[in-house]
DNA sequence: TATTGTTATACTCTATAACTATA
DNA sequence: TATAGTTATAGAGTATAACAATA
């Protein structure tokens, strides 16, 4: 828990650095490129009201990385799909987001490589 | 990063129980009773600016959790002392707070314990 | 000149409640 | 009746900028 302002400046940080804000940058990184999923689907991952994916889509689809789409089985849902341009900032994202904190880069080795299988398990079970 | 969204919502619920929101909870957490310490002190914890330390310690102080005393040796600073039903309230935040979360119980004994010395490790460098 | 803390402001996140349209 | 998504609204966190008091 005392690491949470840590983790949340990191990732701002990060979000930041394209225009992006932290809520903004969690939606499009659970958003796989040709993979639709319903505006629903988010709620679970930023756990938050619907109402906030509301707002949060709003901004992406705006700025043209995301697009709501119809969906064909249950007219009351909209798919999200990733744009070509959102899936290139997407990857640059993902990939500065990959960046180990300062901090963990002052563990051991061997501290690092088990907490990541660690969180690994974690995350999984989540 | 993917486990922000959970550690907040966990932390929010801690808090939620004693009528604080995350960022107040988490100043009341680190001011320890019997050390005055100045608000400056408090941007280092949450990673946040000094403007918003200002009111964050104004709710606490209109709840009667904590104080803001004079400092003696720079006029400029001022203390921050946890009242007695401050550290009442902080006691039991804590002890709230140190219930593992449900996910955490689903690693194994092993991971659990690696888990936890490493992360004092990590916070201990931070 | 620099620092501590405050105020004013604007933006984002967040939940609640009420609503539309579907199922 | 219940669900997916929206709107309106209000409260909280956040940074920026300007300010007073003090160092």
């Known amino acids: 828990?005392?690491?949470?302002?840590?983790?949340?400046?990191?990732?701002?940080?990060?979000?930041?650095?394209?225009?992006?804000?932290?809520?903004?940058?969690?939606?499009?990184?659970?958003?796989e490129p040709g993979k639709p999923v319903p505006m629903n689907s988010l709620v679970d991952v930023l756990l938050c009201d619907p109402s906030n994916v509301t707002g949060i889509v709003d901004k992406l689809e705006a700025r043209g990385?995301?697009?709501?789409q119809a969906s064909q089985d249950d007219r009351r849902v909209k798919n999200l799909v990733v744009t070509p341009r959102g899936a290139q900032l997407r990857e640059k994202l993902t990939e500065r987001a990959s960046e180990p904190h300062p901090a963990v880069l002052r563990l051991s080795a061997e501290d690092q490589c088990r907490l990541c299988e660690i969180l690994e398990r974690l995350v999984s079970r989540f």
Chains 1, 2 share one sequence.
């Open 1 to 31: 828990m005392e690491l949470v302002p840590l983790l949340k400046q990191h990732w701002t940080a990060a979000a930041g650095q394209f225009d992006l804000t932290p809520a903004q940058a969690f939606a499009l990184k659970r958003l």
């Open 65 to 68: 990385l995301v697009e709501r």
